[in-house]
């Protein structure tokens, strides 16, 4: 770690994910001297390369706008590069280390031929038109194109990028190559986009919960579960872990929250989706459109649960936060968003025995269908939403075997060591394969 932070300074939440993988995986690399011997572990913290670019555009007034676009290329060593674009003020480099270093092991876990990547801007579509997020899109791509392709490194969306800014992307990639092809994933269904991609971060993830509470016996049924976010993943966990019987009663943004006693019918959820995807507005303007109680600068972790899903942003969970969810008698912390959860916070919910699924398994269910996307374009066809969706639910089963595989301990399932591990392990191997390189 003292190597990392000094070759990484001021990269907290880099340092942050190193340090929570690192100490999983050094017994094990201790213990095999292949890893050893090809400095597996400190090849696998360098990513292969980190490409910054200016990305000019024009607002609507005329004005020249400046921002600075980023892509992370971390390891290719089991596929092509494979990671999200996140538009946001907050973007930076050590920002998008950490989610490449993460979706470098979640993308192994998914065992789809993908390696990890991120990339974005430090541009947000919060209060511009249409035609200026257009135009930042077109401008964005014809700067990220020349270190992308379908065999070379896929993007998809992330906060701050969906449906509407990855067909933007797309139309102005197809514009500059000359031709079609499936370097971008989580395009619009015309575009040769999949069914349930939008909705596969959040369904994987209560699929995931699913799994780890029948492994202890239990089921979705009946539990309470606090969802924090309103973002397209938390929108459809919770419609999902409706579906499969458990009772949603809260959803947020960084506003404030809202509390549903008896849980969240499904025109409530559409209608969240609406406001906070259509209407683009806040989570305050839901709770007064279907009269339900709005806690202004709340959040959801004070709200008494069996389960809880943070599908917001990273460390939203801090040590205070964990307490208040342990105190409340949560037993199962489900992350919908990448490493929600401050290393304190995680030890905390490992001394007191609250199961906790790292995002690295239990958010891979989007990752997974880019993956069937790449595929499907490839192939020059389409599988229907069942199709899809029960390959979403065979990729979740097989990451949660994996994560027990690994996890097993005491008795018991540590699945932030069985997820860290079991990504690992096949990465470290086609590194130590592929030889010095």
């Not at 000094?6 to 050094?26: I, K, Y």
């Not at 959860?341 to 199961?355: N, P, R």
């Not at 374009?377 to 599988?383: E, H, L, S, V």
Request: net charge negative; charged share 25%.
């Amino acid at each position: 770690m003292a190597h990392v932070e000094r070759r990484n300074p001021g990269q907290s939440e880099f340092h942050q994910a190193v340090r929570e993988a690192a100490r999983d995986l050094v017994p094990l690399v201790n213990d095999r001297a292949e890893y050893r011997d090809a400095r597996v572990l400190e090849r696998l913290v360098e990513p292969d390369r980190v490409v910054q670019f200016r990305v000019c555009w024009q607002d609507d007034a005329g004005r020249v706008q400046i921002n600075r676009g980023y892509r992370v290329q971390f390891c290719n060593a089991v596929g092509p590069y494979k990671g999200g674009l996140r538009f946001h003020a907050s973007v930076e480099p050590g920002t998008l280390k950490f989610l490449a270093f993460e979706q470098t092991l979640k993308n192994s876990l998914t065992d789809l031929p993908m390696g990890g990547a991120k990339g974005g801007a430090d541009f947000s579509t919060r209060g511009r038109s249409e035609a200026e997020v257009m135009r930042f899109c077109q401008a964005f791509v014809t700067q990220l194109h020349h270190y992308i392709g379908e065999d070379v490194d896929i993007p998809a969306g992330d906060i701050g990028v969906g449906l509407r800014e990855v067909g933007f992307l797309f139309g102005q990639y197809k514009r500059l190559i000359g031709a079609f092809e499936g370097a971008l994933t989580g395009k619009p269904l015309a575009s040769g986009g999949s069914h349930i991609r939008s909705e596969a971060t959040g369904w994987g993830c209560a699929y995931f919960a699913q799994n780890v509470l029948s492994q202890a016996g239990a089921d979705l049924d009946g539990k309470t579960a606090v969802v924090s976010g309103s973002g397209n993943v938390a929108l459809h966990a919770a419609s999902k872990l409706r579906a499969l019987g458990a009772r949603v009663i809260s959803l947020s943004d960084s506003d404030g929250t809202v509390h549903a006693p008896d849980g969240f019918d499904d025109e409530q959820i559409e209608g969240a989706r609406r406001i906070k995807q259509e209407e683009r507005g806040r989570i305050s303007a839901f709770a007064e459109e279907f009269g339900l109680e709005y806690r202004k600068g709340a959040t959801p972790r004070r709200i008494p649960c069996d389960l809880a899903f943070p599908c917001a942003t990273q460390n939203e969970i801090g040590e205070k936060d964990a307490r208040e969810l342990i105190e409340n008698g949560c037993e199962l912390v489900c992350e919908g968003s990448n490493m929600p959860c401050t290393a304190e916070a995680s030890d905390l919910f490992s001394k007191a025995d609250v199961t906790h699924a790292p995002g690295k398994a239990a958010n891979a269910g989007g990752v997974a269908i880019s993956g069937l996307e790449i595929t499907q374009n490839a192939m020059r066809m389409r599988w229907s939403r069942q199709e899809v969706d029960a390959r979403l639910q065979d990729i979740m089963r097989t990451i949660h075997e994996t994560c027990v595989e690994h996890g097993e301990r005491d008795g018991g399932i540590d699945y932030r060591r069985g997820a860290n591990v079991g990504g690992f392990i096949k990465v470290a191997d086609a590194l130590v394969h592929g030889g010095i390189v």
